[in-house]
């Protein structure tokens, strides 16, 4: 019998996590949709796996004998695959880099070449993820080595390294009221409708909405977008306001669309991030020492 890893992996966040609703939040997913994935799991194995309560979900004595096995299985799993996709890239000298939005500003184009050189022959393999991908396929292996703005889902599991900080600004439709401002305090902005990334995004959705800095405000969500040019035009289109990095608007510049200086919140973090088995893994480790070594013409992004 063939079992869908997908499943094995929310029976696995449900068995430890003990309810349907943290499981749920935890994987991102709605709860009615983890529900169903369950139940078709218990479908194709012909036993039941978990006893539901109102205090929650307790495993049975065969869903216990699974919860034993199947967090090795997984990582057994994802670990071949890490490996197969790796050899892959050893053979064909590419490594598989993964970034969101602008990758490292300006210093992309600085950390490709500085690779090429330390590594003749070989090519990095740039690849733009989604936003409802934060962590641009690296927690997946689909990517060797990734360019994210942290924090971002899963995290915890992989190497990080930050290389840079920048203001969190605004982005404004460019009638809105506040566009003719010098500087905006972030609890002005608290009851305008903001452009959010999808929910499965998690952590990463959060900060860019600044969730935790609001002192308990609800969040307003204006519309829902997943790549940088229907976030544009959200905004442009009045639908909603969103915090960005201060650089999106030289590289994110468009008609319609105002970017202006935010008091009161954080900054955003520019990371390199790898899986810990690449600790070792010296084409990896090339690439992150590039990223590294740009470190002192980061720290001050341009005005």
Same mark, same amino acid.
């Given at each position: 019998?063939?079992?869908d890893?997908?499943?094995?992996?929310?029976?696995?966040?449900?068995?430890?996590?003990?309810?349907?609703?943290?499981?749920? *939040?935890?994987?991102?997913?709605?709860?009615?949709?983890?529900?169903?994935?369950?139940?078709?799991?218990?479908?194709?194995?012909?036993?039941?796996?978990?006893?539901r309560?109102?205090? +929650?979900?307790?495993?049975t004595?065969?869903?216990?004998?699974?919860?034993?096995?199947?967090?090795?299985l997984? %990582?057994?799993?994802?670990?071949?695959?890490?490996?197969?996709?790796?050899?892959? +890239?050893? *053979?064909?000298?590419?490594?598989? /880099? &993964?970034? =969101?939005?602008?990758?490292?500003?300006?210093?992309?184009?600085?950390?490709?070449? *500085?690779?090429?050189?330390?590594?003749? $022959? #070989?090519r990095a393999?740039?690849?733009?993820?989604? #936003?409802?991908?934060?962590?641009?396929?690296? %927690?997946d292996?689909? /990517?060797?080595?990734?360019?994210?703005?942290?924090p971002?889902?899963?995290q915890?599991? =992989?190497?990080?390294?930050?290389?840079?900080?920048?203001?969190?600004?605004?982005?404004?439709?460019? &009638?809105?009221?506040?566009?003719?401002?010098?500087?905006?305090?972030?609890r002005?902005? #608290?009851?305008?409708?903001?452009?959010?990334?999808?929910?499965e995004?998690?952590?990463?959705?959060?900060?860019?909405?600044?969730t935790?800095?609001?002192?308990?405000?609800?969040?307003?969500? $204006?519309?829902?977008?997943?790549?940088?040019?229907?976030?544009?035009?959200a905004?442009?289109?009045?639908? &909603?306001?969103?915090?960005?990095?201060?650089?999106?608007?030289?590289?994110? %510049?468009?008609?319609?669309?105002t970017?202006?200086?935010?008091? &009161?919140?954080?900054?955003?973090?520019? $990371?390199?991030?790898?899986? !810990?088995?690449?600790?070792?893994?010296?084409?990896?480790?090339?690439?992150?020492?590039?990223?590294?070594d740009?470190?002192?013409?980061?720290?001050?992004? !341009?005005?």
């Amino acid at each position: 019998m063939d079992v869908d890893t997908r499943l094995l992996r929310y029976f696995a966040a449900v068995a430890e996590e003990g309810t349907l609703t943290r499981a749920a *939040e935890r994987l991102f997913v709605s709860q009615p949709a983890l529900t169903k994935q369950i139940k078709q799991l218990e479908t194709q194995l012909g036993v039941r796996l978990f006893t539901r309560s109102h205090l +929650g979900m307790t495993l049975t004595e065969a869903g216990g004998a699974l919860a034993e096995r199947v967090p090795a299985l997984l %990582a057994a799993w994802d670990q071949a695959m890490r490996e197969t996709k790796s050899a892959a +890239g050893q *053979e064909a000298r590419v490594l598989r /880099v &993964g970034f =969101l939005a602008s990758a490292a500003n300006e210093a992309t184009p600085r950390i490709i070449a *500085e690779f090429a050189r330390r590594r003749p $022959g #070989w090519r990095a393999d740039m690849r733009q993820a989604a #936003w409802s991908n934060p962590s641009a396929g690296l %927690a997946d292996g689909d /990517v060797d080595v990734a360019l994210l703005r942290l924090p971002f889902p899963g995290q915890d599991a =992989l190497r990080t390294a930050v290389l840079f900080t920048e203001p969190r600004w605004v982005a404004l439709p460019a &009638g809105h009221p506040f566009a003719a401002r010098d500087l905006i305090p972030f609890r002005d902005l #608290w009851d305008e409708p903001f452009v959010a990334a999808p929910a499965e995004s998690g952590r990463w959705r959060d900060h860019w909405l600044a969730t935790d800095e609001r002192d308990g405000h609800p969040v307003r969500i $204006g519309a829902v977008t997943e790549q940088p040019d229907d976030w544009l035009s959200a905004i442009a289109n009045g639908y &909603g306001i969103a915090l960005a990095p201060a650089s999106a608007a030289r590289f994110y %510049a468009r008609p319609g669309v105002t970017y202006r200086p935010v008091s &009161g919140v954080s900054p955003s973090r520019v $990371g390199v991030a790898w899986a !810990p088995a690449d600790d070792t893994h010296p084409v990896v480790q090339d690439f992150v020492r590039c990223c590294l070594d740009n470190i002192p013409r980061l720290e001050e992004p !341009p005005a």
